[in-house]
């Protein structure tokens, strides 16, 4: 196998197995949401019926995900073998920086308080990440050499990465879904990758203007706004979990 950072080639028993997203910012026991299902749910009036009679529209939901619309798919986290144990070592550096960008909800009062080189490792931390998901394994991308160099300050590679908050808008009954996944457009391609918190989207061409997100480099400034939500249109998000919900139909029309 093929470290997708340093490029060597290793045994498999050699690579590591790494969690994305981290283990601290939400990758536990991740059970994989039945889009199918929870479509039918909502559109079905079971929900609306059993608030309707009384009970907790919480409760219901709970029960609901629990019992129908959840399969246990990752009890210990979702992991890919994908980088050597040294590269995830290094990786390791910048998901500590992560972590207090995380643990910060991306505040900008508190995140212009933190060194440069800490804002430049919790930027790395999120380009390493997509090196590492399923959907971009035969991605050719030019950041790799940004991240692997510690020192590096700049990239110019044609890769952005935008981000927003996990609100109501981005999670349909407020479940947050955490997958990862790929969607086409004319102008290029987008990947996604999210948290606990925060949903992140690597295209090769600059975003649509219509679709509101905040761009990773931009924590660099003294000052930014953090988009909350993916907003009215659902923003890369949805379009992405749409394709991911057909390519679940058509899987299950093939069995
Ligand atoms: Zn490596």
Known sequence: ?????????????????????????????????????????????????????????????????????????????????????????????????????????????????????????IIKSIFGKFLSIPEALEEDFDFVNFVKDEEQTEYTGIW????????FSSDILGLKDIGTGKAVFEEGVVYELSDDKFIYNLLNFPKHPCFEMTNLFDILKKNYIVVKGTGANGGYHSQILLSRLFQTMNESDDK
């Open 1 to 121: 196998m093929i470290c997708r950072l340093c490029g060597k080639s290793f045994l498999i028993s050699e690579m590591s197995e790494e969690h994305y997203p981290a283990h601290s910012v939400g990758n536990d026991d991740i059970v994989k949401l039945d889009l199918v299902k929870m479509i039918d749910s909502i559109q079905s009036s079971e929900i609306s019926n059993r608030v309707k009679s009384g009970e907790k529209l919480e409760n219901v939901i709970d029960d609901v995900f629990d019992n129908q619309l959840s399969e246990t798919l990752y009890p210990r986290g979702r992991t890919a073998r994908t980088l050597c144990r040294n590269c995830n070592t290094f990786l390791g550096k910048y998901d500590e920086a992560y972590l207090k960008f995380f643990n910060s909800d991306g505040d900008p009062r508190s995140i212009k308080g933190f060194q440069p080189i800490t804002k430049l490792q």
């Open 160 to 167: 952005n990465i935008y981000f927003v908050t996990r609100d």
